[in-house]
């Protein structure tokens, strides 16, 4: 599911505003720490959100602080990439 996203995107160009360039940093450093289970008979994955203690670590190996603005967009990264990996379309 993450290789589709990451061919997805490959294939589009996007602009990142430079107030959200650390933000996307810090996800990018860290996009391998999601914690998934199996969800029904047929064993579907269902992504339940980034490991924090891993997220943790890779931050501070990539040698990014993690301040509270980093870390709200990293939380609001994470809920949006959670409910495309599970496939689930919010509207507002």
Request: net charge negative.
């Amino acid at each position: 599911m993450l290789a589709t996203l990451e061919a997805e995107i490959a294939d589009d160009d996007f602009e990142v505003w430079a107030e959200n360039w650390d933000t996307l940093s810090a996800f990018l450093a860290v996009q391998t720490q999601w914690r998934a289970i199996a969800r029904g008979m047929e064993g579907q994955v269902y992504w339940q959100g980034l490991d924090y203690a891993g997220v943790e670590a890779g931050l501070r190996g990539s040698g990014i602080d993690a301040t509270p603005d980093i870390w709200a967009g990293l939380r609001v990264m994470e809920a949006a990439a959670r409910n495309a990996l599970n496939g689930i379309v919010e509207t507002d």
